[in-house]
């Protein structure tokens, strides 16, 4: 994880390069071309390097993001479920969704709601509900 000390030498690279930039601008004419080509490698060093940070800063920046909405569907979704005889039921589902059964196994283990299927009567002595997911059997 990119934390404040990459943050804090992506800027420092950045700042080389500013500065060597401004070295460049106040070469006399009369040095020779080998300084001048060794300051710009060490410009194009720092650059590079400023660009790496940079882009290390944003893949993070966007993996937060995701975590981010993440957890707040997952608790959006807390706020929206209701434990009752051993099953999950949504509180006010959305148009097309189920009010439930929804797997207790499945929601306890990795906070995901799994609809189960109602298994036929001839089976409901092992159970009533089988989740598709993880299939444990509840009644």
Not at 13 to 26: F, Q
Not at 100 to 128: I, M, Q, V, W
Request: hydrophobic share 35%; glycine share 4%; aromatic share 8%.
């Amino acid at each position: 994880m990119v934390d404040i000390a990459s943050i804090s030498a992506g800027l420092t690279s950045i700042k080389t390069a500013l500065d060597i930039t401004k070295e460049l601008r106040n070469i006399d004419s009369l040095l020779k071309d080998a300084e001048v080509k060794l300051k710009l490698a060490d410009l194009i060093e720092a650059l590079s390097e400023a660009k790496i940070q940079v882009s290390e800063i944003r893949v993070e920046n966007q993996e937060l993001r995701n975590k981010l909405k993440e957890l707040e569907n997952q608790l959006y979704q807390t706020d929206e479920v209701f434990f009752d005889k051993g099953h999950y039921f949504l509180k006010s589902p959305k148009e097309g969704e189920a009010q439930g059964p929804y797997c207790a196994r499945c929601y306890s283990d990795n906070g995901k709601l799994f609809p189960e299927s109602e298994l036929p009567s001839t089976f409901h002595d092992l159970g009533r509900y089988r989740c598709p997911k993880c299939s444990s059997v509840t009644m």
